[in-house]
């Protein structure tokens, strides 16, 4: 019942034109509908007032994209969970991960990563040993949005350097996380850069998107060109 209610009022967010913008975004995903992630957040804030909101994030009666994104925001918005709760409700979800984009929105929803680092830090590391592309960048985004850190950083390098994954979606998550590593601990990250067992792509791919970074000065920037393998 919930389900189709649901359904109903998200299909009446389509943006057409966004829908076509995000098609091409996630090749190979069908089953897009087409709705802006703010118009979608809000939405998810509703239903998570409502008592089904639980419910409705465990069901697998879902045909949509939006409709994964939507289950993964309420998991996120649910700050009443204790910390038990609430990683059994992500364990349900990492699975349900089919494209990059609903990856990344879901662990930027994770908030209650910021108060259970150790805990949230201990759980991701099945992920990491996953050899399915989706748990594996879930585990890898983690990191990125809440583990470059003082007390993290060290670990995250000894942890990117053991991942081996042909994944496209792993391998850029890797690039990525590097590069915003490398605004965050430029002297910890070049060490690394230096001296690390990544592949030729993904290595190459970070020094790109350091480049990319406007927070990167001009000479730091001649340096990285010049490391290129």
Known sequence: MHEAIIR?????MQDKKYKDFHNKLCPGTENIIGIRIPLLRNYAKKISKETFWKEYALTSKIKYNEEVMLQGMLIGLAKQLDIKEALLLIESFVPKIK???VCDVFCGEL?????????????IQKYLKSKKEFELRFAIVMM??????????LKVFQTLDNIKHDGYYVKMAVAWTLSNAFVKYPKETMQYLKNNSLDDWTYNKALQKILES???DKKTKEIIRSMKR
């Not at 109903?8 to 009446?12: A, G, H, I, Q, V």
């Open 8 to 12: 109903k009022e998200l299909l009446s």
């Open 99 to 101: 494209n990059w984009a």
């Open 111 to 123: 908030k209650i990563t910021v108060k259970n680092k150790d805990i949230i830090w201990q759980f």
């Open 144 to 153: 990125l949005g809440y583990y470059l850190t003082d007390d993290y950083i």
């Open 214 to 216: 406007f927070r990167v």
